[in-house]
């Protein structure tokens, strides 16, 4: 049927005199030429006379044909439509250029038009030429065709990036822009990110160095629901390297002297490039001497051979030496460095047990705590010596051997206790230095290497301390007397408390029992409080005689008075109460009361005597004051022993 009406209109324009129109508007539509078939009927039209025309055509202009000409025809006109979808790629010709645009032909009813920015990668665009692109859509709302180029590339480049994604291949882009941690790669005309951690196997700080630089890229990671890939150079270069480490590493024998260049240098050692293969040499590897860092030997890009001490296939890694390419100090030694010789050296290291001494790079010596100072008081390694001070030392033992060599910084000088007992005799009187203080006595230096002891308890005659610290402090100068010497144990017995007489020996009058004190509590613990008496003396009150009248009990730092309960000269201790104070004085009031009633009693019986006295003769009314009076001395009489059962109670 579609043949059909194609042939009426041919026929119609044949009749009209316009068959060349006809082929013209066939080929601008079909975009195909048509073949003789569809011209023959035309000149066969035109050759035939009026009174020859074929009269079997029927009223509605229906020619017949053949079954093999009606199939020819449908084969020619099927083939001048295309079937064209959205979001299909296609070919297209550039039929026209215009400032703007790009005129294309895809074969489709109307030509479409595309912006001329997307061609900007194609040098000298020219009619003719056939570019892919994609068809956006058939008739948009302006009946427009709309066709897209850039979005025909990404599809396209996509399609190659998954590819290559699968197959490892290498890519090729050019890095458009930086972004935030990293750049822009145009691959296959699509973006693609490169992380800044991705672009070298160093740390890159500046991105813009790279920005439209081509490179070499491998396409590391892809995302198909958001369509994003991630590239890497590194990985090319890691690769690289990685083919370089597999040959090193075949060649790699233990005790092979390689050159390398130091690439990093950390706490603990300096990571050695080894020409695309890295060894670490450690801290301990870098010199017979003792270093506290790699910097203060290595620098940064610095080249220098090192030797292979061993090496994993497996896991890759390899462990360097630089100082093995040197023999070892202990077996150069120079003559110098002998027994009783005296050598300088610098503190290296410090222990509780001592310090050791380098007097050569890689040589280092022992100086033990006893070999310090010739005095016996206890010295700690770490207050006598610091980290690179220089001193010098004599050497007591050398075994090169077991490389072990024994210092003696006091053996310098003579020994002080040769002749101790002239300098310091016993019972003479000298001014030391506090040097160390422990729980039960004070250490005090005399002379250099010589000092003693003072214990705690001949500190003072007077005061208990807890501490010595609380009398004394370290570098402090005392007073001591020398109570005995011990020469084969280096050990003097020192006293304070000496240098005075005995206060306890004159104090046991002023402080007799009984007797009254104003003091002031300095300590209180459970059992009771310390008193601070006159005089510097200390007493000791119970907690039950610190209670007042007023039934409170004393603070701390209050003063008030209290009275002498005890007193042991050869113990050094006195007992007092405030308690018995304000006890005694209400004793005294009512001794007081009773000395009272006792003489106005008294005074009565002499009244009574004298009045009998004087009375000759009684009479009836004498006798009746003599029974009054009488009766008032039997009152007072059975009175008196009530008053005395109540004292007594």
């Known amino acids: 049927m579609n043949f059909y009406f194609k042939q009426l209109n041919a026929d119609a324009q044949e009749n009209a005199g316009a068959t060349e129109p006809v082929e013209e508007a066939s080929a601008a539509t079909t975009n195909a030429p048509v073949e003789a078939p569809a011209k023959a009927p035309v000149a066969e039209a035109v050759e035939t006379a009026h ?21 020819k025809y449908d084969k020619v006109y099927d083939n001048t439509f295309i079937q064209l979808n959205d979001g299909e790629l296609v070919n297209g010709t550039v039929v026209g250029l215009t400032k703007t645009d790009v005129v294309l032909n895809i074969g489709f009813k109307s030509d479409g038009l595309i912006s001329l920015n997307e061609f ?82 160093k740390p890159v700080t500046d991105y813009d160095q790279f920005v439209g630089k081509t490179m070499e890229f491998k396409v590391v990671k892809i995302n198909e629901t958001i369509k994003n890939a991630v590239v890497s150079h590194k990985a090319l270069i890691e690769s690289d390297m990685e083919a370089q480490r597999a040959e090193i590493i075949g060649k790699l024998e233990k ?23 890295d060894g670490l040499l450690y801290i301990t590897d870098i010199s017979w001497g003792r270093i506290s860092h790699p910097n203060e030997v290595l620098k940064m890009d610095q080249k220098l ?105 006091k053996q310098l000088t003579e020994d002080p206790w040769n002749d101790i007992e002239s300098r310091f005799a016993e019972g003479t009187k000298h001014e030391g230095e506090v040097k160390n203080i422990t729980n039960y006595g004070v250490f005090v230096e005399l002379a250099q290497g010589i000092g003693g002891m003072i214990h705690i308890s001949d500190l003072s005659w007077l005061k208990r301390f807890n501490h010595p610290g609380e009398y004394t402090k370290v570098g402090e100068k005392i007073d001591v007397i020398i109570l005995g010497i011990d020469k084969e144990n280096r050990k003097l017995q020192l006293g304070h408390k000496q240098l005075e007489e005995d206060p306890w020996n004159t104090l046991q009058d002023t402080f007799a029992i009984g007797t009254v004190h104003e003091g002031t509590i300095t300590r209180k613990d459970d059992k009771g409080a310390t008193i601070q008496l006159p005089y510097g003396l200390e007493g000791f009150a119970p907690n039950r005689h610190l209670t007042t009248k007023d039934g409170k009990s004393l603070g701390l730092d209050e003063t008030a008075e209290f009275v002498v309960i005890e007193f042991d000269r050869n113990e050094k201790r006195i007992v007092v109460s405030h308690a018995r104070v304000w006890e005694q004085e209400q004793y005294a009031e009512r001794e007081g009361v009773k000395k009272a009633e006792r003489a106005e009693a008294e005074k009565t019986k002499k009244a009574v005597k004298t009045i009998q006295s004087k009375v000759e003769k009684a009479t009836l009314g004498d006798l009746g004051v003599l029974a009054d009076l009488k009766k008032k001395m039997d009152q007072e009489a059975n009175a008196k022993p009530a008053s005395d059962s109540e004292e007594k109670a």
Do not use: C
Not at 51 to 71: A, H, I, P
Not at 261 to 277: S, Y
Not at 392 to 401: H, M, Q
């Open 255 to 277: 005790g092979q002297v390689l050159e390398g260049t130091v690439k990093n240098i950390t706490d603990f050692g300096a990571f050695m490039d080894l020409g695309g293969l």
């Open 120 to 201: 900007r990668d194609i040098q000298g665009l020219k009619i003719g030429d056939e570019v892919e692109v994609m068809i956006v859509e058939k008739e948009d709302r302006d009946g427009h065709l709309n066709l897209s180029r850039k979005q025909a590339r990404t599809t396209r480049a996509w399609e190659k990036i998954v590819e290559v994604n699968k197959t490892g291949e290498v890519v090729t882009g050019l890095v458009t822009s930086k972004t935030k941690g990293g750049l822009i790669v145009d691959v296959f005309g699509m973006e693609t990110f490169l992380p800044g951690s991705q672009i070298d196997v």
């Open 51 to 71: 009174d020859d025309f074929d009269w079997s055509v029927d009223k509605r202009n229906v020619s017949s044909y053949s079954k093999e000409e009606k199939e």
């Open 305 to 409: 051979n090192v030797v292979v001490l061993d090496f994993d296939d497996e896991k890759k890694r390899i462990s360097l030496g630089l100082k093995q390419l040197t023999p070892h100090p202990w077996d150069v030694l120079p003559a110098d460095i002998a027994e009783g010789n005296t050598v300088k050296g610098k503190v290296v290291n410090i222990e509780d047990y001592g310090a050791f001494l380098e007097i050569y790079p890689g040589v280092e010596g022992l100086v033990h705590v006893s070999e310090i100072t010739w005095a016996n008081t206890p010295i700690n390694a770490k207050d006598f010596f610091k980290l690179g001070d220089e001193h010098e030392a004599k050497i007591v033992t050398l075994d090169k051997d077991t490389r072990k060599m024994s210092l003696s910084i």
